[in-house]
């Protein structure tokens, strides 16, 4: 793992302390172990009837240093992960549309290479995709391109399920 903060977990644990699960049984994979990790953390810390723990909302609302605890802890507990904080893309070295190396920039100043069979892009940005060459836009796509009702400029009032007006629908 190569993240450019001195921590990983992005914005969980930079201080995104809330997810927007309106129907948990539809969540599986790491995401649920998380979630469960946090809920169990959280029980440990609190009577079962207490209002912190309801607050937790069954581990989906969180600390962002107890997601980065929790998170840190899954990692180790694989033993094959290598994690490198302060380390930032830089450039990325592709031979026949595959990515071969990557060069990260230090915290200090200084550059590491990376060499790999795979490489995988889990960020939000798809840096690591754009800088080897693949298609990419900036920006969302307008209302008319895939026909999305909610896509483009809009302004959306989510306790009445309405588009309102000034929306667009404009890339």
Known sequence: IMEPHNHIGGMTT??????????????GGLFREFTERVYTYYRSRFEPDSE????????????????????NEMVNETGNVDVFTGHEL????????????????KSDGSTKIFSADIFVDATYEGDLYAGAGAAYRLGREGRSEYNEPHAGVIFYDYENGKILPGSTGEA
């Open 14 to 27: 930079s201080g995104l302390g809330k997810r927007h699960v309106e129907q948990n049984q539809f969540i």
């Open 52 to 71: 912190d723990l309801k607050l937790s909302r069954e581990g989906y609302y969180f600390e962002p240093s107890i997601a980065e605890n929790i998170l």
């Open 90 to 105: 830089h450039e990325v070295i592709a031979e026949n549309n595959c990515v071969k190396r990557i060069i990260a920039l």
